[in-house]
C-alpha cells in the first residue's frame, strides 16, 4: 500500500477536488456520506431544498470511485426584473398561458417559479507513480428547460518531501437551452396579456470552460496555506430567458417591458487564497479570500472563515463568518428611460448582476457516536443589501420614490451524517 503524508488529505479538502480525489488517502473500502439542504428566503420568496448522497469506494491501490446524487427542488417568488408601480401590475407568464399580478408599491416577482434539477457526478482517481495523482470527472444535470453535460480532469503532484501539492485541472461542458415559451428577442417589447408571446421557437446552447491551478504549502506541523488561480470561459447564450426589464418615463413609473439581453461570451478570472492553523492541537481555524472579476464589468471580494472548537472527545462547534461584495455588470440597469431600448444591445435588470453586500453568520454543530458514526448539522442566515446603480438620470426622481434594492434575508439549515464499511 502508498502511504502518503497528512497534507495529501487537507490540501485536496482546500481545493475543493472531488471527494473521489480526498479517498485517495481514506482507509479501504466503501463510505457514504448524505446531507439535505434547506433554503428559505423571507417574505414568501424562493424556497428550496437539496438533499445529496455520495458511495466512494477505496482500494489498497491508493484508487478510488466516487458517485453523487443531487436533487434541486425550487419553489416560491423570484424577481422578474421590473421596477415597482404606483398601480398594480399585470403580467404575462412565459408559457403565455396565464399571468400574475402585482400589488401597487411592491416589487415584481414571479410566483409561478418552479424548477426541479437532478444532477449525477462521478469521479475515479488514481496515482500515476509515487507522487502523482490522476482524478476524472463525468457529471451531467437536468431541469425541465436545461441540459448540462461536462467532463474534466485534475493531477496533483506532491514535491519538497510532500510538504508542498502543486495541481492543475480543466473542466468542459455544453449546456442546452430549451426555455419555456421559446427564446425571446433581447430588449423586444414583452406582450401583454392576450397578445402573441413573441418568443422564437427552438433552443440555444453555451460551452464552459474552466482551468484551475494550485499549490498547497506545508508551513509548519501546525499551518498550511493554500494559492489558487481559475480561468473560466463561457461562449454562448448567456441571457436568462424570464429576465424582463422596465421602461419607464420621467415620473418612474413603467410604460412597458422588454426582454433582457447579455453578452454572448463571458471571461472570469479569480484568485484564492486559504490559510489553515491547527490551535493546540485540538481545535482548527480557517480563513480565506477570494477575488474575482470578469469581462462584464463585475468585481466581487468574498472573505469566509470558520473556527473548529472541539468542546469534547466526540463533539465540536463551527461558527462561520462570510463577507461577500460585489459590483454591478456594466450592461446593469435598473429600469430603461422611454426610448433608451432603441440604442442598446445588452441590458440587464437581474438583481445577481447589481451591485450588493451579503453577510452570511452560522453555527455547525457536530457529533460522533459511540459506534463511530459522525454526524452534524448547521444553521445559517444570510442577508444581502442592495447599492442602488443603474438608474437612468431623467428617470432618477420619479424611480427614488420606490425601494430598486429591497434587503434580502434567508435561513440555511443543512444537515448530514457518513458512515464507512
Same mark, same amino acid.
Given at each position: 500500500?502508498?502511504?502518503?503524508s497528512? =497534507?495529501?488529505?487537507?490540501?485536496l479538502a &482546500?481545493? $475543493?477536488? #472531488?471527494?473521489?480525489? !480526498?479517498?485517495?488517502?481514506? %482507509? +479501504? ?21 437539496e ?15 466516487? =458517485? ?5 427542488? &425550487?419553489? $416560491?417568488? #423570484?424577481?422578474?426584473? !421590473?421596477?415597482?408601480?404606483? %398601480? +398594480? ?19 415584481p416577482?414571479?410566483?409561478t ?20 495523482? &490522476? ?32 495541481s ?58 493554500t ?22 418615463g ?81 450592461f ?70 420606490f ?10 439549515f ?8
Amino acid at each position: 500500500m502508498q502511504l502518503k503524508s497528512p =497534507l495529501n488529505a487537507a490540501a485536496l479538502a &482546500l481545493l $475543493g477536488l #472531488s471527494q473521489a480525489s !480526498a479517498a485517495a488517502d481514506a %482507509a +479501504p473500502g466503501w463510505s457514504f456520506d448524505t446531507s439535505t439542504l434547506v433554503y428559505s428566503e423571507a417574505d414568501g420568496r424562493v424556497q428550496a431544498a437539496e438533499p445529496r448522497v455520495r458511495a466512494t469506494r477505496t482500494w489498497d491501490s491508493g484508487r478510488s470511485a466516487s =458517485l453523487g446524487l443531487t436533487l434541486d427542488t &425550487l419553489t $416560491g417568488a #423570484s424577481p422578474n426584473g !421590473a421596477t415597482p408601480s404606483s %398601480a +398594480p401590475q399585470t403580467f404575462t407568464t412565459p408559457s403565455g398561458n396565464g399571468s400574475y399580478t402585482i400589488a401597487a408599491g411592491e416589487t415584481p416577482l414571479d410566483d409561478t417559479f418552479r424548477d426541479t434539477r437532478i444532477a449525477l457526478d462521478a469521479s475515479f482517481s488514481t496515482p500515476l507513480g509515487t507522487r502523482n495523482t &490522476l482524478t476524472t470527472t463525468l457529471f451531467a444535470s437536468t431541469e425541465y428547460d436545461y441540459l448540462s453535460i461536462g467532463a474534466g480532469a485534475t493531477i496533483a503532484r506532491d514535491f519538497n518531501l510532500r510538504n508542498t501539492t502543486v495541481s492543475l485541472g480543466v473542466n468542459v461542458s455544453q449546456d442546452s437551452i430549451d426555455p419555456v415559451g421559446g427564446v425571446p428577442q433581447p430588449l423586444s417589447r414583452m406582450p401583454g396579456e392576450n397578445e402573441p408571446i413573441g418568443r422564437t421557437e427552438g433552443t440555444e446552447s453555451k460551452q464552459v470552460f474552466d482551468v484551475l491551478a494550485s499549490v498547497t504549502q506545508l508551513l509548519s506541523p501546525t499551518s498550511l496555506v493554500t494559492l489558487t488561480a481559475s480561468l473560466s470561459l463561457s461562449d454562448g447564450y448567456l441571457t436568462d430567458p424570464y429576465k424582463i426589464l422596465s421602461v419607464v418615463g420621467t415620473d418612474g413609473e413603467p410604460l412597458r417591458y422588454v426582454y433582457e439581453g447579455r453578452p454572448d461570451s463571458r471571461f472570469k478570472q479569480a484568485v484564492y487564497g486559504e490559510y489553515k492553523r491547527f490551535i493546540a492541537d485540538r481545535d482548527a481555524w480557517t480563513i480565506s479570500l477570494r477575488l474575482m472579476s470578469d469581462d462584464w464589468g463585475v468585481f466581487s471580494q468574498t472573505v469566509d472563515s470558520t473556527y473548529r472548537w472541539n468542546f469534547g472527545a466526540r463533539d465540536y462547534l463551527e461558527p462561520h463568518l462570510r463577507y461577500y461584495r460585489q459590483s454591478e455588470a456594466d450592461f446593469y440597469r435598473a429600469a430603461l428611460f422611454d426610448g433608451e431600448e432603441n440604442g442598446l444591445v445588452e441590458a440587464s435588470a437581474d438583481p445577481r448582476l447589481a451591485a450588493f453586500d451579503a453577510i452570511t453568520i452560522g453555527l455547525k454543530y457536530g457529533h460522533t457516536t459511540r459506534g463511530g458514526l459522525p454526524w452534524w448539522v448547521r444553521l445559517e442566515g444570510y442577508t444581502q443589501l442592495g447599492r442602488t446603480a443603474g438608474v437612468p438620470a431623467a428617470a432618477a426622481d420619479g424611480l427614488s420614490k420606490f425601494d430598486l434594492e429591497p434587503e434580502l434575508n434567508a435561513v440555511m439549515f443543512t444537515a448530514g451524517f457518513r458512515f464507512d464499511r
